[in-house]
């Protein structure tokens, strides 16, 4: 996949997150103070197994701050600890922050599956990189919730290659 393609799949993403984004606002303007709008706190440890270099792999560990505006949409601040393993003796530490829309598509009383694309920049540490998530989670009010989904990590800041990444995570929610 070429540099023109990347860009034009990026550009792609941004537009639904702002597209998820604009919907959001209007189900919380529809909302009106609902009780169903709530705060939450939730903690999440993930893997990310690249699908274009065998040598790398993540392993991250996110505090989630998000606010429920109705039962389907939600909307998150992620700030997340990575370390990634280039290769069995290389090691590099990134602190990143970003933010999530939420949509659950799928909700029978109290369990959800939900959609949840995610863009986050690191801020500090050994590699700079933009990264491009979009996810899918299952969970069950307030138990704990699992999670599969792909990221893109731009590396515009170093000479390491972009890498896509299959994204298994798990956390919970308070």
């Not at 998820?20 to 993930?46: H, P, R, W």
């Not at 606010?67 to 998150?76: A, G, I, K």
Request: aromatic content about 16%; charged content about 15%.
């Amino acid at each position: 996949m070429n540099r023109g393609s990347v860009r034009s799949l990026l550009m792609r993403v941004g537009l639904v997150m702002v597209l998820m984004i604009a919907n959001l606002c209007v189900a919380t303007a529809q909302n009106g103070g609902d009780e169903k709008s709530y705060f939450s706190f939730g903690v999440e440890n993930g893997g990310q197994f690249t699908l274009n270099n065998p040598r790398f792999n993540a392993f991250s560990l996110s505090a989630n701050f998000g606010y429920h505006f109705d039962e389907n949409w939600s909307l998150h601040i992620p700030i997340t600890s990575n370390t990634t393993l280039y290769d069995s003796k290389t090691y590099g530490m990134q602190l990143l922050i970003g933010l999530s829309p939420e949509y659950a598509f799928a909700h029978n009383g109290s369990t959800y599956w939900c959609v949840a694309p995610k863009v986050q920049a690191s801020c500090w540490g050994d590699w700079g990189y933009m990264l491009y998530d979009v996810g899918v989670r299952w969970h069950s009010d307030k138990s704990p919730y699992v999670g599969l989904g792909l990221q893109f990590m731009d590396s515009y800041k170093s000479k390491l290659h972009n890498s896509f990444c299959l994204y298994v995570c798990f956390g919970f929610r308070l």
